[in-house]
C-alpha cells in the first residue's frame, strides 16, 4: 500500500490560542443529548504532554518518513487472534500517564490509546537500549503474576517489538483490575522507542481488534463492575501546557467542557470509528469542496497527535495551502506564510468547526475510502467521550 504523507511545520514559537467553536451533530445531522445518565468521575488519570518520537529524534538530526498512517487500523481484522498489533503511528504521540502494575505496585507512564486495545509494558525480559531507558516491569517481584506462553509481536517501521503475555493486576486511576493481561516486552529494536516518554501502551478500543484475543483494560472495568457508568474521557490541553490534561473513567467532568455534550453512534465495534454521512463538507477561503457529500468515515485516535486527511483529497489541499513537498514524504510552507494559510472548516449537521492554522501544524493523508483521523490536533478543542454501554462517542467544546 501506498500514500502521499504531508507535515505541515512552522519552526516558530507554539501558538497559546486555544479554539473554542460550537457541539458536534449526531450522526443524522441532528443535534442531540444522549439518554445517558452522566456521573462526576471518580476516577482520574492526569497525563502529561510532551514532544512526540518524531520530534525528540528530529532534534538529534534524524528525521523520520512518514508511513501511511491506515497501517494503524486496516490489519486488525484478519490479524487479531494472531497477536500481531501494528503501531507505525506512534511518531506522532504527545500525551502519557501514570498507571502501576502488579503487587507490591510497579509504577509506569503509559500512553492511553483509543486506536488500540491492548496493554503492554516494558519489561525485564528486554535488554535492548529502548528498554533499559525505561522502566521496566520485573514479573518475579510481584505476588499476583500470572505467567503464559502466548507471544505476541508488533510490527513497526523496519523493526518489530516482541513480547509475551501475563496476567496481573492493575491500577488505573484507583480502579484496581485483577487478572488483566499485560504484554511484557522482550525485544524493542530500533531507536523509536529509545525517546518514547512512556514505558508502554494501553489500548482503549474494542476487544474485536485486540492482539491474542486477550480482554482489554476497559472491558475487565465494566466486566468487574468498577465503573459507576461505563465510559471514560478525554480533556486534552493545548500547546502552552504540559499539565492539565487528563482521561477520566466512569464519568465526565461538567469543568472541563461547555455547554452540552453531544452524541454521534459508533459505526464500527473495532475502534472509535464514527460516521459522517452526508453532512460534513470541508470549507477553504469560504469556498465550499463538496468532500464526504457521499459520506464519510472518521477514527477519534488518541494515539495520534495528527489530523489524517484521505489521500483523494491531498492534492487539491496541498495546493489550496501553497505547501511544497520534502525528500521525506512531508510538506512544508514557509514561517512567514502561515498567517496567510486558510482557516479549515468542517460542517457537522449545519454547524462549522473552524481549526486555524495554529492548529493544523501536522496532517497525514490515507488510503482507501475517505478516512478522516480525528487525532489530538482536532481533540484539543473537544472534551470527548467515549460510551462502551451505548456505543457512542460524545463532543463537547473544551472549557
Given amino acids: 500500500m501506498t500514500s502521499n504523507v504531508i507535515l505541515i511545520e512552522y519552526y516558530t514559537l507554539e501558538s497559546c490560542h486555544l479554539l473554542r467553536t460550537s457541539v458536534i451533530a449526531d450522526a443524522c445531522g441532528d443535534q442531540k443529548m444522549s439518554d445517558v445518565q452522566i456521573f462526576d468521575p471518580p476516577h482520574r488519570v492526569p497525563l502529561t504532554k510532551t514532544k512526540s518520537i518524531r520530534k525528540r529524534l528530529q532534534e538529534q538530526g534524524v528525521r523520520l518518513l512518514f508511513t501511511d498512517p491506515a497501517l494503524k487500523y486496516e490489519p486488525y481484522r484478519s490479524l487479531a487472534m494472531s497477536a500481531i498489533e501494528p503501531i507505525d503511528n506512534y511518531a506522532d504521540t504527545t500525551y502519557y500517564g501514570p498507571i502501576t502494575v502488579g503487587t507490591p505496585p510497579q509504577s509506569f507512564g503509559v500512553l492511553f490509546d483509543t486506536g488500540s486495545a491492548n496493554l503492554w509494558v516494558d519489561s525485564i525480559y528486554c535488554n535492548t537500549q529502548a ?15 500470572t505467567s503464559t506462553n502466548q507471544t505476541f509481536y508488533l510490527p513497526y517501521g523496519a523493526g518489530s517489538l516482541d513480547g509475551v503475555f501475563g496476567y496481573d493486576t492493575v491500577n488505573v486511576g484507583g480502579i484496581v483490575i485483577t487478572n488483566q493481561e499485560v504484554g511484557l516486552s522482550t525485544n524493542e529494536p530500533g531507536q523509536n522507542f529509545v525517546v518514547a516518554p512512556f514505558d508502554g ?35 486534552l490541553t493545548g500547546y502552552c501546557s504540559q499539565q492539565g490534561s487528563e482521561v477520566a473513567f466512569g464519568g465526565v467532568d461538567n469543568s472541563k467542557y461547555q455547554g452540552q455534550i453531544y452524541w454521534t453512534a459508533v459505526t464500527a465495534e473495532t475502534y472509535w470509528q464514527i460516521a459522517i454521512n452526508g453532512f460534513l463538507t470541508l470549507f477553504i477561503n469560504n469556498q465550499a469542496t463538496g468532500w464526504c457529500s457521499q459520506g464519510c468515515q472518521a477514527i477519534v485516535d ?54 486555524p492554522p495554529s492548529a493544523y501544524i501536522s496532517m497525514v493523508s490515507s488510503n482507501g475510502q475517505p478516512l478522516w483521523i480525528l487525532g489530538d490536533v482536532f481533540l484539543r478543542q473537544y472534551y470527548s467521550v467515549y460510551d462502551r454501554a451505548n456505543n457512542q462517542v460524545g463532543f463537547a467544546t473544551a472549557a
Avoid: R
Fill in 302 to 355: 488518541t494515539g495520534t497527535s495528527q489530523l489524517t486527511c484521505p489521500q483523494q483529497y491531498l492534492g487539491y489541499l496541498m495546493q489550496s495551502i501553497g505547501a511544497q513537498a520534502d525528500q521525506y514524504g512531508g510538506y512544508y510552507v514557509d514561517c512567514s506564510e502561515v498567517s496567510n494559510l486558510p482557516t479549515l472548516s468542517f460542517t457537522i449537521g449545519g454547524v462549522n468547526l473552524p481549526l
Fill in 201 to 235: 501502551i494501553l489500548g482503549l478500543s474494542y476487544p474485536s481488534i485486540s492482539a491474542g484475543g486477550e480482554t482489554p483494560v476497559m472491558d475487565n472495568m465494566m466486566q468487574q463492575n468498577l465503573l459507576q457508568a461505563d465510559l471514560f474521557a478525554f480533556y
Fill in 131 to 145: 528498554c533499559n531507558s525505561h522502566t521496566k516491569f520485573n514479573p518475579q517481584s510481584s505476588s499476583t503474576f
